[in-house]
T-cell receptor
Framework: AQRVTQPEKLLSVFKGAPVELKCNYS??????LFWYVQYSRQRLQLLLR??SRESIKGFTADLNKGETSFHLKKPFAQEEDSAMYYC????????????FGAGTRLAVHP | ETGVTQSPTHLIKTRGQQVTLRCSSQ?????VSWYQQALGQGPQFIFQ???????GRGNFPPRFSGLQFPNYSSELNVNALELDDSALYLC?????????????FGPGTRLLVL
C-alpha cells in the first residue's frame, strides 16, 4: 500500500533549536517526495522536493530509501517557521496524485 | 500567489443537499486535481481532470463529480451531502516543466454540513 506517515502531530521547540520533522513512506516504485507547508491563514505551498536537493528557508530533506524516510531538518528554528508541515508522495502512472501524511504542527517559541 | 482561486471561501449546507465548488487556475494549467482535507488530516485525493476529462479518481463515491472547462476553470459537485463531507476542499493545478511536476494549490473552500 502507498502511504505516508508523519508520526508527530505536534513538535514544539524554542527559537534557535534544531528541528527534525519525521516522514516515512511506503511505495513500491521509485518515490518522488515533497514537503508542503501551510502558514496560518495561507494556502498550502510547496516547500521543497527531493529531486531538487535544494535548501529552502534553511530547510533540507534527504531521501533515505533504505529507511524509507524523508525527514525535514533545520539547524536553527525561527519563530516564522511555525506552521503545518505535510510530507507528500507523488504516485505516478496513468495519472499523478499526491498522497499526503496527516501533517505535523511545528510551534517555535521565543 | 499561485493564480489558483477558489469560490466560495466557505459555506454551510444541510444533509441531503447538493453543492458546487469552483476553481480557477492559470492559463496553460490543463490538469486540475481536487482534494478533501478533513479536520486534523492531510489532503485526500478525490479526482483529477485533464483536458476536460476525468483521468483518475481516489476512493470517493460517485456522488462526488466534477467538470473542467476550456477556460481552465473547474467544478466539484457533491450530491446528497453527508455530515462527514464537512471539510476543506482544495483544488490544485498542475504544470510539468523540464520533466518536473509542480502542483499549485488554491486557498480552499471550507464546507460545513449540518
Amino acid at each position: 500500500a502507498q502511504r505516508v506517515t508523519q508520526p508527530e502531530k505536534l513538535l514544539s521547540v524554542f527559537k534557535g533549536a534544531p528541528v527534525e520533522l519525521k516522514c516515512n513512506y511506503s511505495y513500491s516504485g521509485s518515490p518522488e517526495l515533497f514537503w508542503y507547508v501551510q502558514y496560518s491563514r495561507q494556502r498550502l505551498q510547496l516547500l521543497l522536493r527531493h529531486i531538487s536537493r535544494e535548501s529552502i528557508k534553511g530547510f533540507t530533506a534527504d531521501l533515505n530509501k533504505g529507511e524509507t524516510s524523508f525527514h525535514l531538518k533545520k539547524p536553527f528554528a525561527q519563530e516564522e517557521d511555525s506552521a503545518m508541515y505535510y510530507c507528500a508522495l507523488l504516485r505516478s502512472g496513468g495519472y499523478n496524485k499526491l498522497i499526503f501524511g496527516a501533517g505535523t504542527r511545528l510551534a517555535v517559541h521565543p | 500567489e499561485t493564480g489558483v482561486t477558489q469560490s466560495p471561501t466557505h459555506l454551510i449546507k444541510t444533509r441531503g443537499q447538493q453543492v458546487t465548488l469552483r476553481c480557477s487556475s492559470q492559463s496553460g494549467h490543463n490538469t486540475v486535481s481536487w482534494y478533501q482535507q478533513a479536520l486534523g488530516q492531510g489532503p485526500q485525493f478525490i479526482f483529477q481532470y485533464y483536458r476536460e476529462e476525468e483521468n483518475g479518481r481516489g476512493n470517493f463515491p460517485p456522488r462526488f463529480s466534477g467538470l473542467q472547462f476550456p477556460n481552465y476553470s473547474s467544478e466539484l459537485n457533491v450530491n446528497a451531502l453527508e455530515l462527514d463531507d464537512s471539510a476543506l476542499y482544495l483544488c490544485a493545478s498542475r504544470i510539468l516543466a523540464g520533466g518536473v511536476e509542480t502542483q499549485y494549490f488554491g486557498p480552499g473552500t471550507r464546507l460545513l454540513v449540518l
